[in-house]
């Protein structure tokens, strides 16, 4: 028995994937060991490591000055990973502030240089992505959250600047069509789209790099795992092999594009029983909604609590929204089936008629 | 079929361990969901962070002065982390460099404030545990790494020092019985005697933190993650629930004192057949071996790849020695089988006779 997976992340994977893993647990690949019990410098691991790298290099068509990791750490570790590596004391980055996960890369950076919060969102929770904004042309990156899990939010143009962009993808990397050559580092922890909690993916162009002075710990200068292939230290075997075989998926599904039909096709069907159920709405301003991340709430709070509970009978869990909005949120990444989706908007209708 | 698995990390697991994994990566505890699809604030989840760091302090036997913490980044994140939490700028640390693992961690604190090396084995190849050395008083803190993978030695007596020691335990810990409450920290990569790649164990007093002034980037600030009960961020949930496993398969074995039994056994008979049989012929001082890596070459050479052939017929694998040592390295961690060393001391045996 399956349920119906909308949480936040870590979030629903592919079946394809879990059953291949959990087999791989046993065996791998009639090697007589468990995937994790082997070495990470066989080949039996490299060839895990080489095939994600070329995935992610494939299905986000990057240029030949992209390099590809797979780091430690999350995507809070590339707060302050990022302007160690890219930002001169006393130079200036500038930082659009959609969120808590942008609002902290920003606190991080002042660590290591100037900040200029060039628009933020903050006084309305974030609500909407700020539209009107002069990016210093001074500044050396302009950083951007490029969809925003707990308010619901997505950028839906990317801004346009000379300046080398830098994104926090964690929530919504290759589910959407993108020019991720207009980037100069993307980075995402893979526990949404891309994989489970455990590792997180840089892809950074080498041209942007060795621009800065101060003395980087080896283990966070993005140059040493280049030179090492990914392999500086013991990487983090098994979240990359389940990273590669999402991406397997991913690639066997019709990569990005077919994501993002898939991805309109539910978001549209949920928004759209949001807009018309007199009981639900939403919570964002229409043009920034996020396909991967569904907020809303209930005109009556007081029935918020009966609905969580019919729908944790229809098992249909992972949908109490984040403490900051209220109410709900139903997180539709890649792996969600659409039948997922058919099965809450069923649960919104019926519990509609039952209040009416 | 299981092979006899000597790797040298990421390594051998329990049987019940993987098997329990295969079994939770379809449905976690009946949830409905797999262990990689489940929200990390979850009961669920929430349930396995708090056994496995409450298995920590009950096998290490700390004190309440420390707390248990996994992290992301792999030890070569401690090597800078360390002395980033407890050496201000001008201060000084004094290491013991017993090989390439306590070299690099002394390279990193070199960042953070002075370094001295009280003792180094690195011009005898790191084929001993330095015995004599002077520790200067004014240092902040003596490290130590307790074992070192790559030769083959291991601390057998812990220094006497009034300094906190710091000691990477990687490839030691709770291999064998020893006052853990004699240190300030201790970290320890998961991988060999504790569970899979992927996380990062760290033990510390909170006494002995928030006492340098620099500005410590918040992911690598121990009290950050005390705070967040080691959930600051999203954490490497698969490899904590493989390493709660471990622990706890470790916890019905015995413990440290059964694991230091077992171990003394399984080093005890292969030591014995390097010393006894002409053909091989052990790499370091016999009072510095380790229980836990066991370094051997040949006489001849020229007998090493078809001995190493031969042994991987009676599938015995993992036993390459590091290039920078040569030879043979058969890890001989928690998990490893007894019967496994016995399949490997009676192929010397017949190696050796075949030869005579």
């Known amino acids: 028995m399956k349920v119906h997976n909308f949480n936040a992340g870590p979030s629903v994977l592919p079946n394809e994937v879990l059953y291949k893993a959990s087999k791989a647990l046993i065996d791998f690949e009639g090697s007589g060991m468990s995937i994790l019990e082997i070495g990470h410098r066989t080949e039996l691991f490299m060839n895990v490591l080489d095939e994600a790298r070329s995935l992610v290099k494939e299905l986000m068509q990057l240029e030949d000055d992209f390099e590809v990791l797979y780091l430690h750490g999350g995507a809070s570790t590339q707060f302050m990973q990022v302007p160690m590596n890219l930002l001169e004391n006393g130079e200036t980055a500038a930082y659009v502030d959609t969120g808590v996960w942008s609002y902290k890369a920003m606190k991080e950076a002042k660590s290591f240089g100037y900040v200029d919060a060039v628009a933020s969102s903050r006084e309305s929770n974030y609500n909407h992505i700020p539209k009107q904004f002069i990016i210093p042309p001074q500044a050396k990156f302009l950083h951007i959250t490029t969809n925003n899990t707990i308010y619901g939010t997505q950028w839906q143009k990317m801004p346009v600047t000379d300046l080398p962009l830098v994104a926090d993808m964690s929530s919504d990397i290759l589910s959407r069509q993108l020019d991720f050559n207009k980037f100069a580092l993307i980075y995402a922890g893979v526990q949404k789209n891309m994989g489970a909690a455990g590792t997180t993916m840089v892809a950074v162009r080498k041209s942007a790099l060795g621009k800065v002075t101060r003395k980087i710990p080896t283990i966070l200068d993005y140059r040493v795992h280049i030179e090492n292939g990914s392999m500086y230290n013991t990487p983090p075997v098994f979240a990359i092999?389940?990273?590669?075989?999402?991406?397997?998926?991913?690639?066997?599904?019709?990569?990005?594009?077919?994501?993002?039909?898939?991805?309109?096709?539910?978001?549209?069907?949920?928004?759209?029983?949001?807009?018309?159920?007199?009981?639900?709405?939403?919570?964002?301003?229409?043009?920034?909604?996020?396909?991967?991340?569904?907020?809303?709430?209930?005109?009556?709070?007081?029935?918020?609590?009966?609905?969580?509970?019919?729908?944790?009978?229809?098992?249909i869990v992972g949908i109490k929204g984040h403490r900051s909005v209220g109410g709900f949120r139903a997180s539709l990444y890649n792996a969600l089936p659409y039948e997922s989706v058919e099965v809450m908007v069923e649960a919104m209708k019926y519990f509609s008629l039952k209040k009416a």
Request: aromatic share 10%; proline share 3%.
């Open 241 to 315: 092999y389940i990273s590669m075989l999402t991406l397997r998926w991913l690639k066997e599904q019709g990569g990005a594009a077919a994501m993002e039909r898939l991805n309109e096709k539910k978001a549209g069907m949920l928004y759209s029983e949001i807009d018309n159920n007199p009981l639900f709405r939403g919570t964002v301003a229409k043009e920034d909604r996020s396909r991967m991340n569904v907020c809303f709430i209930m005109d009556k709070p007081e029935l918020e609590e009966e609905f969580l509970k019919f729908c944790k009978k229809e098992d």
